[in-house]
């Protein structure tokens, strides 16, 4: 097995999502993308956005097979035509199925992060260049119908120069070409970009939903699913993050932790800044942070609700929040030692302080709120 990273379109863990022959918990977003095709307003630029790991690459890839599998003009001879499509499923024997999944279909363009050659390293973001090469796909003949389509993932890694290349082809876009734009995050993106889109928001996933995705990627039914669906808020990829590192535990143990202040278990806490410092852990470490985080920000929504948000993330987290922030004046409090705690971390990262002791550092200012202090 090649310890080489997955391709910046691919969540560790998971299938490549032209691999994904099933997309879950988004019948919605298919169903709208449809209707539109069926009615003959299939725009050419379409934004597929919501949070991260929730199946947008997938739908991007369904939606690709899809019109490259469905020629255009089909009026059926003689016999009529067809009756319009109900999903867009393509059949994994289909000849475009099979040429997708070995990545040699003529008609799709595929824009991602991409490697250096000078350096040698992957970009941390889409250039110029990238796009620029999808000027010699469009002078190619097309197949298949005559439909092109582009899968940009993610749009959000475009720098300005490559984003500017990319309205233009949007301003003029190539005849019988469909461009997919993946955006985690769609207010990055030029303004001009956004509007000549058509938007396709994909929600997060609920826990039923997110147990079948898993199960599909191979990983299995996780043991908690409500636990894993709210700790990874839904997104897939987050649950096999959280799967790959220990999330849940990790999480349970800070809960545990939560659950002792103001009195609180030093013993444990110790142990969760020594396992933080362990070599080779900087992804656990980066993972803790962001769990610090969602803990603090579902105690600032339970102070300001009056309810803890539900599904619970660990056993007994609903009743650790309730009673660390019963008012909304505690909410306030959380909330404003949260901003305090994120640009700590971000200070202590940027100048290497000890992860031990910045993990420290944290429970203890957790603990003054606790107390009121």
């Not at 016999?79 to 003529?106: K, M, N, Q, T, Y």
């Not at 082809?169 to 303004?191: F, G």
């Not at 636990?227 to 897939?236: D, P, R």
């Not at 656990?284 to 920000?297: G, H, P, T, Y």
Request: a neutral charge; proline letters at 8%.
């Amino acid at each position: 097995m090649s310890d080489a990273p997955p391709p910046p379109d691919q969540a560790p863990g998971a299938p490549h999502p032209r691999e994904t022959t099933h997309l879950f918990g988004q019948a919605t977003a298919e169903a709208e993308f449809l209707t539109a095709f069926n009615a003959g307003r299939l725009h050419h630029g379409w934004l597929l956005h919501g949070p991260q790991g929730v199946g947008k690459a997938t739908l991007a890839w369904r939606i690709a097979r899809f019109l490259l599998a469905t020629p255009e003009g089909e009026d059926g001879g003689m016999f009529g035509a067809p009756p319009p499509p109900e999903s867009l499923d393509i059949d994994a024997g289909h000849p475009v199925s099979r040429r997708l999944l070995a990545g040699a279909d003529p008609g799709l363009a595929s824009i991602i992060r991409t490697v250096n050659e000078k350096t040698g390293r992957m970009r941390n973001e889409i250039v110029v260049d990238d796009i620029r090469r999808l000027n010699r796909f469009f002078g190619l003949s097309a197949t298949d119908g005559g439909r092109r389509v582009v899968i940009v993932d993610t749009a959000d890694d475009m720098n300005p120069n490559a984003a500017n290349a990319l309205l233009k082809m949007l301003e003029e876009p190539p005849a019988r070409t469909t461009i997919l734009l993946v955006s985690h995050q769609p207010s990055r993106l030029l303004p001009t970009i956004r509007s000549r889109c058509r938007g396709l928001r994909l929600a997060p996933l609920e826990p039923e939903e997110m147990a079948r995705a898993l199960d599909e990627t191979g990983v299995g039914t996780p043991q908690q699913p409500d636990h894993l669906a709210a700790l990874a808020s839904g997104s897939v990829g987050n649950a096999l993050r959280l799967i790959n590192l220990g999330g849940l535990e990790i999480y349970a143990e800070l809960m545990a932790i939560l659950a002792s202040l103001p009195r609180l278990d030093r013993s444990r806490a110790l142990a969760l800044a020594e396992a933080a410092a362990q070599r080779n852990a900087s992804e656990r470490f980066e993972l803790l942070l962001n769990l610090i985080d969602f803990a603090m920000a579902r105690l600032a929504q339970t102070g300001a609700h009056g309810t803890p948000p539900m599904p619970e993330a660990a056993s007994g987290e609903a009743q650790t929040l309730t009673r660390l922030a019963p008012s909304p004046e505690s909410a306030r409090r959380w909330a404003t030692v949260a901003a305090e705690i994120i640009q700590r971390s971000r200070q202590g990262k940027a100048v290497n302080l000890d992860p031990a002791s910045l993990v420290l550092d944290t429970v203890f200012r957790m603990q003054d709120v606790a107390a009121g202090r």
